[in-house]
């Protein structure tokens, strides 16, 4: 696709980019009704061009919203964050006037693992009456805009990811060291590239975040920390990233191999609940 267009149709799906590089939104479908093949390779390539496709308007039901997810691979259960209830698949984000919103640090989802996903269905049930936009970073332009001296000292590099903050959770929840440890042992701390292959584009990406990376390996630690902060800081460029506003029954899909994204926490005391459904991927390269 052109990234430099204003809109786009495609096999009867109409693309209204958000900015030149990342995010368009999709009109043209109704993801209550299953997919044809065409429409789903459609929305496949568009997901690679935009890192993240926004749906309007799709009142759907849970098991619509997971056989949209199946379209594009096998789905994963989250093995620390509360699912809805009889659905392990869906992933149930709630904040109210109990629970601040703490999905504001950029990240890319489960890098902790050691098969991060391909990628994240998001459905707005509940919204805030202002506040509580998502953000989305190309990852891809923030490793073209490193400087040739950076990319040079993060070349075949490999960063360990952990789920650190989920594991002081834990703890205070009452989990025992125990059981924490058998989680450690479930998801070792997995070395992921700190410049990610994409597997079906080829183009490179930063895949290291905040949220869930811990150290360059084999650097030495002050080094590591100060680059570390440098790529971190990548993802915060307004020139790399789209905003998305929610409304209810909206639906955000992002690629999480080519981006990261932040959920503004600004709306307190308000109600803000989320669904996600997460795609199984693959072993970064």
Known sequence: ????VSSLEVEG??????T??????VSGVDLATPLSSADKATLRQALLDWKVLFFRDQDITTEQHLDFARNFGALETH????????YPEVLAITHDRDSRGRENTWHSDVTWRLQPSLGS??????VP???GDTLFADMYAAYEGLSDAVKAEIDGAVAVHDFV????GLRRQGKTEAEIEALNAAYPKPHHPVVRTHPETGRKAIYVNAAFTVEIFGMEKARSDALLRHLYAQAAIPEYQCRFRWETNSIAFWDNRASQHYAASDYWPAVRRMERVTIVGDTPR
């Open 129 to 131: 009456p202002v506040g």
């Open 1 to 4: 696709m052109n990234q430099l």
């Open 13 to 18: 799906l109409s693309f209204q980019p958000l």
């Open 20 to 25: 030149p590089t990342i995010g368009a939104e």
């Open 165 to 168: 903050h989920f594991r002081a």
């Open 121 to 126: 269905i998001l459905r707005a049930i509940e």
């Open 79 to 86: 093995p620390f964050a509360p699912s809805k209830q009889g």
